[in-house]
């Protein structure tokens, strides 16, 4: 069952076995696979409730609808703009679908260097090959591929680059091209579609009560006892009280809202690693300019990669993930540089236009702290070393677009670098990334409530489960340790799915 | 879309430090320019009528009269035909709208740098008249020195400002032509492809 929050007439209190913050990919799979065990359990999402009939495919209408802080969540040095889902799903409503296991590397450094136990390739597998049974990933094939994902696979073969397809969850997909601005279709794979009926149909009794802003978690003597927060209204104004006791709490409202709110919630924290270990998978795009027509706004995203210069090797110095990244006209006209008439000119070449990003698998750490009110901040410096790899993943991007045939390649830098030849590439430079000197971009947040045994370096247990709080579990990917380089939907369905068998064990 | 600045209360945080900096500049540029006799913090004499006026829900009127000069010319035509204005599409009045629901830090941040692009920023570009008051090359060159500058601020405040205008110009159909954007595809078949 569904509760909007913002039709409370009056404070509300309940009690429940589990509570759950957050109904992303992690919440949403913990409240069904509570359920699932027979259990009570009550989620509570911050975001509204949608239907694919409020997907309008209008950029200004959904962007503030489905995204924390209207889609204007930036770092605290204004750097990097981060992007997170706040709806019913959370980002499972407008993300692009790609489903990417976490790479085995990654994994084996967890269990080597961050002391987590039970967590290995093997270990999971079970997992991540059940999530990926019930989303339906399958590869998408070539005859889907649109023209701006054939662009990037054109023109690594030209240069003999390594990637290939990437697998999606989508069923009865009309690639329409509006998957980031919710689907109007109902093609999506993911928490409202899959996991939240089968949690509505039991055994146990699920609820979701949406638009509930949780400010805290309440514990004592290192047990918790349940959330309280408020319902707000459309426009976020607090209009009721909402109390949960439970004798579980899961909290996954993402790398950075989990963080605010344990750091709210004052929990013990007796080395002050809460918030610590930010991973924002920061990106930026470059645009290719063709002769021929791309319509790259329309068809499917993000069904084609380029893993040339990505190796998750301890120590590697490829570390950046090349995909499209083609965007909406509003989009667009945000990132293409300058203004005026020779913006507009630039624009006309929009239906021409194949753009790609590079994706930093970064090790920069950022700090995600909260102010009075208990908002979060987002404090990232992006390192040297990452800001290499940035330039080594936006001049591969920019070789990519000019052997498929571009006739002009433009970075949308301050000042615009524009390339005709891949001998211009050199151009793209370490001061060219600077911060605000590039529109970046985070849509793939991990860390800051890192799991593993020892709690001098982890906040949680290999289980899942606070250090210092019995009962009060993390399932989101705040929990990774590190980034994983890759986008991290699926890794969080299938470690969401891997460990909470011990929040349905400390429930029972 | 880019932002300006959030709310903070710690001596820390570099966006107390950054905010109040330009706050400082504001204020600090406006009191040197009255002792020079410029009276440049005047917000009244814009020519904006009684009826846009009271419909504002945000913008102060001369808020508003900086907003339709600033889109008039970030969203300069390359070509006079088949391309509406910034005025025929009410960018400043989507601006207007827009602001109601951001997180008033931002919106404050915002506005400061309205009065920042009004009363400061001609200074770069050493005039002493307002924003609104120079001729259109004059603000291009305004404009084009806060998108260049090595202020980080005033970069990240211009981007958040181009933002809204090109989300205020962009979301409406008239535009779609100069794009060549065809507009969302509701309603597909099952078996259609665009």
Redesign the interface.
Known sequence: MIVRGRELLRDFEGDADAVVVGTGAGGGMAVRELARAGLKVMALEEGGYHVPSDF?????EM??LLFR??????T????I?VLMGRAVGGSTIHNTNLCKRTPPEILDAWARKYDVVGCSEKELAPAFEQVEKDLSVREIPKEQHNANNQILARGMKALGFHGGPLKHNRV?C?????CELGC??DAKQNVTKVLLPEAFAGPGQAVVMSDVRVTRIEHQSGVVSGVSGDATDA??RSIAGVKVRAKVVIVAASAIGTAALALASNLPDPNELAGRGLRLHPGAAIAGFFDE?I?G???IPQSYECTEFLDFREGSQRRVWITTAFAH??G???SLP????????L??N???MAVLTAMVHDETEGRVTV???G?P?IAYEMGEGDRAQLVLGLRGAARILLAAGAREVVLAS??PIRLKSPLDVERITQDAVR??GL?MISVHPMGTMRFGENPKTSVVKSTGEHHGVRGLFVLDGSLFPTSIGVPPQISIYAMAKHLAKHAIERAR | MGTIGEASNGLSDPRVGRRKWLQSLIIGGVVSALGGGVALVRTGGYDIDAITSARLRMLAPWQYAVVRHVARRMLAADRSEGVPSADDVGVAEFVDGYLVDMRPALRRDLLWFLRFVEQLAPFGSASLHRFTELAPADQDEVLSALEASHIDLLRVGFQALKSLIMMGYYRDPRTFAILGYRGPLLGLPEQGRP
């Open positions: 309008t495919q209008r950029e200004e962007i503030p802080e209207r889609g204007a969540t930036m605290s040095d204004l750097a703009r009865g009309r690639e329409s091209g509006f109007s279709y426009r976020g027509r319509d706004v329309y068809g006209p509003i667009a006209a945000i300058g203004f005026g008439a020779s913006h507009m000119t624009l006309r929009y239906s021409r102010d009075r009110e908002a901040r301050i000042p911060p605000h529109p």
